[in-house]
């Protein structure tokens, strides 16, 4: 199982730590659009880390800017959700 894989499977096992360890790297270094979404998610719900949508954004236009569909499907969520209609 490669670092990705690891990242995700504490991810999905609920080790956010663990996660944010390994997926902090390949998000920030590597630039992968898989991990850069992961750590979106972990800022965006606070999961082992203290909640910052801002911090989840930055994170989601990363991955949206190298290809990744579910980043920027987020970020429409959350723009189409704070909008206030008069």
Known sequence: MDELEQGIAA???GDYTKAHEILYPLAAYKRDP????HMGMIYFYGEGVEKDIDKAME???KAMRNGHVDAAYRLSEIATS????F
Do not use: P
Not at 34 to 37: H, Y
């Open 34 to 37: 898989e991990a850069q979404f």
């Open 59 to 61: 994170w989601w236009k």
């Open 11 to 13: 991810y999905d096992a």
């Open 82 to 85: 704070t909008k206030t209609t």
